[in-house]
């Protein structure tokens, strides 16, 4: 009976996890439209009709710049100006959209903020290379929680106990060592007693917590609730954004680009970021539609590209709740940015790199100040 509820766990685990991370093992159905696709060739994509594609994940926190884009078609405009189309790749995270920028399958990405630093430090087997730099921030959102065993009461019993991350998302293990900091302790790579470990793939994760494996989880809010569900044991310890020196709201999504067009096609990312900072502002006038815009987005990229008919849901009510902590930015936080690098060097993640191979701030600015807008700092 034991074995046949891991099984049944298993199950409802990978079929969930495959919306959260895209690290499920479903073969995607290629089809391409104006605003869903897969992107199937390696060509440069500026090689014919001058178009540029963007990717963006379908995620419960997608990015407002793409969703409010979807109404008021921005960058279509301003880019039209000067004679450019673009196309929109929507598509998941990590198994996807990563092999798709080994290849320079597209110029700019939406992208989760602690998935391309990872992706920088090029240790994870579903890609990574040093052909991106953020160019600027997306969305702010208050999302990492610490899921912990029923029995354990405080941060200070996971001494000398393991915390499972996916995805060797390398900015969570950051996250949770400044709450550790608070209680005397730190995770292993920073010299201390609480050992990490990752995980590929979220199902595998959840079953080593279920079993007792692990003491705690790093996770997200858009995942609180399946854990729960899943693995009764389980309870929120807390929000790792808490306190000060956390947040309250932190970078989970940044806009990036192609180093070569940041090098050599300035003008492209020029225009690129104007129509960012516009999309931007928009997003901050027009708050209250962005859950169901994410919501709607999210759905199409089951219904209408994976032709998915059962896939997990998220309900109206959720969507606008995860949203109120959530504010679109263009300001990529350099701070933080520079401390997840920082953290990644110290750990031993990061080699043989700079912070400039993860951040290039100039053109951003060159932009604002040209718009009559502070720079960020």
């Given at each position: 009976m034991k074995i046949f509820k891991k099984l049944i766990l298993l199950v409802l685990v990978s079929l969930f996890v495959f919306s959260i991370t895209g690290c499920g093992?479903?073969?995607?159905?290629?089809?391409?439209?104006?605003?869903?696709?897969?992107?199937?060739?390696?060509?440069?994509?500026?090689?014919?009709?001058?178009?540029i594609k963007i990717a963006y994940i379908a995620m419960p926190n997608a990015a407002p710049q793409v969703l409010i884009n979807k109404k008021e078609k921005i960058f279509e405009s301003l880019l039209a100006e000067e004679g450019y189309t673009v196309k929109w790749v929507l598509t998941r995270s990590l198994d996807n959209i990563w092999p798709m920028m080994d290849k320079d399958e597209v110029d700019f990405v939406y992208i989760p903020t602690q998935n391309f630093i990872t992706y920088v430090t090029e240790t994870s087997d579903f890609g990574g290379s040093d052909k991106y730099r953020i160019i600027a921030g997306s969305l702010e959102h208050d999302f990492f929680l610490l899921m912990v065993d029923s029995k354990i009461k405080s941060l200070k019993e996971l001494e000398n106990k393991t915390v499972g991350i996916v995805n060797k998302f390398y900015v969570e293990e950051m996250a949770l060592n400044k709450q550790l900091e608070n209680v005397g302790l730190s995770t292993k790579s920073m010299g201390g007693t609480v050992e990490i470990e990752y995980l590929d793939w979220m199902n595998k994760l959840w079953d080593n917590f279920s079993s007792g494996e692990y003491a705690g989880i790093v996770t997200w809010t858009s995942v609180q609730g399946a854990v729960e569900k899943n693995i009764p044991n389980s309870k929120l310890l807390l929000n790792l954004n808490e306190g000060e020196e956390n947040g309250p709201s932190l970078p989970q999504n940044s806009l990036i680009a192609k180093k070569d067009l940041i090098d050599n096609k300035s003008e492209i990312v020029n225009l690129i970021l104007k129509a960012h900072i516009e999309a931007t502002e928009i997003s901050l006038e027009n708050k209250d539609e962005l859950p169901l815009l994410a919501k709607s987005t999210y759905e199409d990229y089951y219904e209408k590209v994976l032709k998915a008919a059962d896939y997990p849901k998220y309900s109206k009510e959720f969507m606008i709740n995860d949203w109120k902590e959530s504010e679109p930015t263009y300001d990529p936080n350099l701070a933080y940015i520079k401390e997840a690098y920082d953290f990644t060097v110290k750990a031993g993640y990061l080699k043989n790199k700079e912070l400039e191979n993860l951040i290039d701030t100039k053109p951003i600015n060159e932009v604002l100040v040209e718009l009559n807008k502070s720079p960020i700092k």
């Open positions: 093992e479903k073969k995607v159905d290629n089809t391409s439209s104006e605003e869903e696709s897969q992107v199937v060739t390696s060509q440069s994509t500026l090689a014919n009709n001058k178009e």
